[in-house]
């Protein structure tokens, strides 16, 4: 089977070409997709050159790993019918052909996806173009309900992921969480917490900060602003190796947490979240762009300061 997909051959080198299926097997689906969704962390870093090397990395490869659509066949062990929508972080699932192999980086931009059955999550059709910011959503709540953790009562960053944390930080019920934005086209948005430039914020005495920023040059600045034995957690992606003055660290005896990708548990907790109503979803995307123009729409996501979040529509381009 053949379908079409976002492949990135090399830096800055993006297109939508057609690509070869792997067959489906009997615990697999066909996903076919409506919305995917453009990563401003790890598919920058694909997009732009920089993402540090590991095992499998590569070109030419298909990006992205929020992806929503509907099952358009089910094999006999998957569990899901023709017509269940549903949510896919991505998928390996690109055979050689006379191009040669494409990798699955993280897969998911693409117009058709076959995936095991057992890595995809049922969503409700009416969450539309929303539906592809599971992943982010699950990531912001994985960042809270790690080990020994405690809610942020600062998030540096008002992108997506910043929001995100702010709103479940409300959600579980905690008082309202500072927000950190330089950006002044990003300090607008927020509902039910206060969005501030770090210069007009004296208080040094944060339990929690949350850092969405992926600034690695910002670690010495958040341990100067904590609370005595408060913990940094680095909730974005970084290129730049982490380094910190220890002297001002040894003072505050501060912690240091990485949160990591998102567990199965952090994606059926966060679906729950969102169809109760308790988090929302709405403003988070502010672009979108049918599939023929990616290009476009990778250039505006990781250079235009006002894109929260670029969604394609593949159902536009069909």
């Known amino acids: 089977m053949k379908t079409e997909a976002i492949i990135l051959k090399g830096p800055r080198q993006l297109s939508l070409s057609q690509v070869a299926l792997c067959p489906i097997s009997a615990g ?10 453009i990563s401003t962390g790890t598919e920058k870093l694909f997009w732009s050159g920089t993402m540090p090397p590991f095992p499998g990395m590569g070109y030419p490869l298909v990006p992205g790993y929020e992806a929503a659509g509907e099952v358009v066949e089910a094999g006999a ?8 929508h549903v949510f896919v972080p991505g998928a390996n699932c690109f055979a050689p052909d006379e191009q040669g192999p494409v990798r699955g980086l993280f897969g998911g931009a693409s117009r058709h996806l076959v995936t095991a059955a057992s890595r995809v999550t049922r969503i409700d059709p009416g969450h539309g173009a929303k539906g592809a910011l599971l992943a982010l959503a699950a990531t912001a709540r994985h960042a809270m309900a790690g080990f020994n953790t405690a809610l942020p009562d600062l998030i540096v960053g008002h992108g997506v992921l910043g929001r995100l944390l702010a709103r479940l930080t409300l959600a579980a ?6 927000v950190w934005e330089t950006n002044p086209d990003r300090q607008s948005g927020a509902k039910g917490y206060p969005v501030s430039h770090p210069d ?5 005495d944060y339990r929690a900060i949350y850092d969405a920023s992926g600034d690695a040059a910002l670690l010495n600045t958040l341990i ?7 913990e940094v957690v680095l909730a974005g992606f970084y290129t730049a190796p982490i380094s910190f003055a220890f002297p001002p660290a040894f003072m505050k005896e501060a912690r240091l947490r990485i949160a990591a990708e998102w567990a199965p548990a952090d994606m059926s907790a966060t679906r729950q979240l969102v169809e109760s109503g308790a988090l929302s979803l709405d403003g988070l ?3 979108r762009s049918t599939a023929a123009g990616a290009p476009a729409a990778y250039e505006t996501a990781f250079t235009d300061p006002t894109c929260l979040k670029m969604i394609l529509d593949w159902k536009a381009n069909a």
């Open 77 to 84: 062990d998957s569990g899901l019918r023709v017509g269940d």
């Open 285 to 287: 995307i502010t672009h």
């Open 224 to 230: 100067g602003r904590l609370a005595r034995g408060g």
């Open 173 to 178: 019920g905690a008082p309202a969480p500072m």
């Open 200 to 204: 007009e914020d004296p208080r040094r």
């Open 28 to 37: 697999d689906v066909v996903v076919e997709v409506a919305h995917s969704g």
